[in-house]
């Protein structure tokens, strides 16, 4: 017994070497970092300036793969699935771990699979209009929409998107009622919008902007918490009578499930000191993007808090379309 018990200790006390070991030489060859959706995106703007930093801090190869498809599940499926070694990383949407499990209960991957390591960026999103649409802030937008329930129409990416579930939200606080038009994506969706044949849609900052610029489209407010650097002039949902309300994409960094702490603390550190450097913030703020670093545990709270919400909401919406 004694014997057994000894044998035990040495595995255990070898595997914690091992571990320590290999938290100390990671990384002696290029990490992948996974995202799942296309090439030429927020995502892939946010994973290319990051890998970039990354390369320079750990004197390593970090390498963008892009495994679009299933709205971002093949790809995050993929790293869920990966060996936890530190070498394939993922560079996830909110959409992934906040709204998908509450939208379909049959995805191949869960939020357990996965280990945080840090907020990368806010994709704030901003409330536009087309100019024919009498309302030019929230509080004109509720009185008209309260006059003519279901005259307004709004242009949304489809079921369990955030732009339909923060449009179904601001109905839900504001007592009123839009005519939702999904589209299969905001690129298709923008036609009908500068037409005016839809009249409002929150849309992502990056993709608004030439358009706010040349009054092809108005801006009603921003769906941050906070006024955003991009369009100072324009005040937040939250200000317009809706407190606390945010309807924001956010990109994050995570590692597979039983990564070693240490590797995820050192990239953790690593992308804080990249959010940090002036050269990434004025390229992310450029394109629209707020350059936003955490700890794992700030980036875990954030997801449970905005996964509640969005339960929240979507059991509302499911009860009322079964009426």
Known sequence: MRTFWTSLLVVAALAVANERTTAEEWPNRPVKIVVAYSAGGSGDIVARALAQKLTE?????????NRPGASGNIGTDFVAKAVPDGYTLLLASDIQFAIGPNFDEH?????????????????DLVLV?????AANDVGELVAQAQRDPGKINYGSTGPGSTH??????????????LTEVP????????PDLLAGRTHIMLLGVPQSLPYLRDGQ???????ALHRIHTLPNVPTIAEQGFPDFEATNYWCLYAPGGTSKDVITRLQ????????????????????????????????????????KWAGVLRELRLRSSK
């Open 57 to 65: 801090s750990f004197g390593q190869s970090f390498f963008v793969e």
């Open 107 to 123: 995805l191949p991957f869960q939020v357990k699979d996965f280990s945080p390591v840090s907020l990368v960026a806010d994709l």
């Open 129 to 133: 209009a087309h100019p024919s649409l």
């Open 164 to 177: 339909q579930l923060a449009t179904e939200l601001l109905q839900q606080l504001g007592h009123f009622k």
């Open 183 to 190: 589209y299969r994506g905001s690129s298709q969706s923008l």
């Open 217 to 223: 489209l108005k801006a009603l407010a921003v769906g």
């Open 269 to 308: 550190k690593a992308t804080a000191d990249a959010i940090n450097d002036p050269d990434l913030r004025e390229r992310f703020l450029a394109s629209g993007l707020t350059p936003v670093g955490s700890t794992a545990e700030t980036l875990a709270v954030r997801i449970d808090r905005d996964s509640a």
